[in-house]
């Protein structure tokens, strides 16, 4: 396993963020190794998850922390949304930030494990707002665009 290099706030970096990542069409080892390399960041970043396009990788591949694991998400999608929750939200590649964003309160998402068997997770509250923020990156939107307003970090205690 390989400690990644999280792309942060940079103009020519920010770019890459911005684009759409490809469709994994197959599960190759090289996907696999990506998604251990990725956990190994996640575990060191402090945060709770992570996409594939912040390490500079554009394929459609999301970890996310739901606290008791991490779960790993290959070509996830969002199949029903429900609720609503305006939460602060923060970002590994927009260090420094905060900002107030509207999520739903419980998401489901289908994906391919590692194996390439079909799953579906259903997360709620911190975990439905970190599978919707990651499969955001796939699509090249970032928290911000969707913020009603970004914090100053005193209001953050
Ligand atoms: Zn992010």
Redo the contacts with the bound molecule.
């Keep these: 396993m390989a400690l990644l290099n999280i792309i942060k706030e940079d103009k020519d970096v920010l770019n890459a963020l911005r684009k759409k990542s490809r469709t994994v069409e197959e599960i190759t080892p090289r996907i696999n190794t990506l998604i251990d390399d990725m956990k190994e960041t996640l575990k060191v970043s402090g945060g709770i ?1 992570l ?1 594939a396009p ?1 390490v500079g990788i554009l394929r459609r591949v999301v970890i996310v922390d739901d606290g008791e694991e991490i779960l790993e998400l290959i070509n996830p999608e969002i199949i029903s949304a429900e609720g609503e929750q305006d939460g602060i939200e923060a ?4 260090p420094g930030k905060w900002g107030m964003v509207k999520r739903p309160l419980n998401v489901t998402v289908k994906a391919l494990d590692r194996t390439g068997e079909v799953r579906t997770y259903t997360g709620t509250g911190l975990v439905g707002r970190c599978f919707c ?2 499969i955001d ?1 796939l699509n090249g939107i ?2 911000t665009d969707l913020a009603s307003r970004m914090l100053d970090p005193d209001e953050l205690e």
């Design positions: 998850g996409a912040q970002c590994l590649s927009l923020h990651e990156h970032l928290y």
